[in-house]
């Protein structure tokens, strides 16, 4: 059984930070490209950034220069390094990953999610 955990969240002021960081774990063959989205309240879950096993890496435009995206692959976790937060970041972030499972004698292929965890940016 795989999940993922994520971790980091909270409340802060606008202009402040905060690192998520998220941990696969169980019967892991691979991963390959890990993420983040998030979902504010009203609105469609959206992609933050993403991460290859590579290290390529994809940010969002409304993140561009304010987010990080980094991985550990030894450790099976991603991080969020997040700048410059402002109000309208205000999201549930949701750890996603591409992730080879075993399964017996076979390897399976599939994409898993965390539950969640709450960023609030507010005075």
């Known amino acids: 059984q795989v999940q993922l955990v994520e971790s980091g969240g909270g409340l802060v002021q606008p202009g402040g930070s905060l690192r998520l960081s998220c941990a696969a774990s169980?019967?892991?063959?691979?991963?390959?490209?890990m993420g983040w989205h998030r979902q504010a309240p009203g609105k469609e879950r959206e992609l933050v950034a993403n991460?290859?096993?590579?290290?390529?890496?994809n940010y969002a435009d409304f993140v561009k220069g304010r987010f990080t995206i980094s991985r550990d692959n030894a450790k099976n976790t991603v991080y969020l390094q997040m700048n410059s937060l402002k109000p309208e970041d205000t999201a549930v972030y949701f750890c996603?990953?591409?992730?080879?499972?075993?399964?017996?004698?076979?390897?399976?292929?599939?994409?898993?999610w965390g539950q969640g965890t709450q960023v609030t940016v507010s005075s």
């Open positions: 996603n990953a591409d992730i080879t499972a075993r399964r017996g004698w076979f390897q399976v292929a599939d994409n898993y």
């Open positions: 991460i290859t096993s590579g290290s390529s890496t």
């Open positions: 169980g019967s892991i063959f691979s991963i390959n490209t």
